[in-house]
């Protein structure tokens, strides 16, 4: 089995409850307040590792996120390259409206304090047909991807949040790029998912495309082959950690599998699952609870 490195956010979530996300120039009341463990990286970290794949984590976390790490032992992830700041931890600040829909602002705190140096360490314990992970969420991420694709390692990219320097990124080496339809928007300024896929496919030949379209399911396109995945509905509460779920499970199964059909179908069951629950880690399904 080969190995997952998930070069990823550590994030502190501070969620509000409101009524409707919150308008410019508007003042509104909570309805409720919670503190949860968070990040893409983090959740998608124990996805993977509920999915059974053999992930380590390597990153920053700050002085106050030390019950991070704890959570990712936890699950059963290898936190041997995680590295410790002296500043605040990554934190976001998160509504969640009455029907699971959120908006997020993120601060990137220790995730930002990531270095070339760093990450060339980390990635000499690592080989050709490993698999890197990794958000747009930490510092360096052009650097990351381009010396692990020169490693030979296999490399999924979630490119949230969408900003000039993923805008202005080589792709080339990226074997799955993880995306929904907000962020296919910005990477290609096209809205209908066919011509997201077509878009990316298009430029970037070898790479497999896929496409979350929330409770219309998900899209894979890999050169000629088109995958179509209905969405699993267990009722919505919570969204926050949908798309981590999918990507973790989806790169979990597959690495145990080698199926891209039986990934998509375990990734759509787990991401209606999460969001039939309240928070992030917290809402991420076990695999005996998927299969």
């Known amino acids: 089995m080969a190995r997952i490195l998930n070069y990823g956010s550590l994030n502190i979530d501070h969620v509000y409850s409101v009524p409707h996300i919150v308008r410019p120039g508007e003042t509104i009341s909570t309805v409720g307040f919670k503190d949860f463990p968070g990040g893409k990286g983090l959740n998608q970290s124990v996805a993977m590792a509920r999915a059974g794949a053999m992930v380590f984590h390597a990153g920053r976390v700050g002085n106050d996120g030390g019950f991070l790490k704890e959570i990712l032992v936890a699950n059963g992830v290898d936190c041997t390259w995680l590295k410790n700041s002296e500043g605040p931890n990554g934190s976001a600040i998160i509504q969640k409206d009455k029907d699971g829909q959120n908006a997020i602002i993120c601060y990137a705190g220790s995730n930002g304090e990531i270095s070339p140096a760093e990450i060339d360490e980390v990635l000499s314990h690592f080989r050709e047909g490993d698999i890197l992970v990794s958000q747009n969420e930490i510092s360096n991420v052009p650097y990351l991807i381009e010396m692990a694709g020169k ?9 949230s949040p969408i900003d000039d320097t993923v805008l202005h990124m080589d792709l080339s080496p990226v074997s799955w790029l993880v995306i929904n339809e907000t962020e296919g928007y910005g990477l290609t300024g096209e809205e209908e998912p066919e011509k997201i896929v077509k878009n990316l496919i298009t430029r970037y030949p070898a ?32 969204t926050t ?26 990734a ?3 991401a209606g699952i999460a969001v039939s629950r309240e928070g992030a880690v917290p809402s991420i399904p076990r695999g005996e609870e998927v299969r």
Do not use: W
């Open 207 to 238: 790479m497999a495309v896929v496409l979350t379209l929330g409770e219309d399911g998900s899209l894979y396109c890999q050169g000629d082959t088109i995958l179509r995945q209905e969405a699993c509905h267990f009722g919505v509460k919570d």
């Open 151 to 159: 490693r030979g390692m296999r490399i999924a990219f979630n490119p």
């Open 241 to 266: 950690a949908a798309g981590d779920t999918f990507l973790g499970y989806f790169l979990g199964t597959y690495e145990l599998e080698g199926d891209v059909k039986e990934a998509l179908d375990m």
């Open 268 to 270: 759509a069951r787990a």
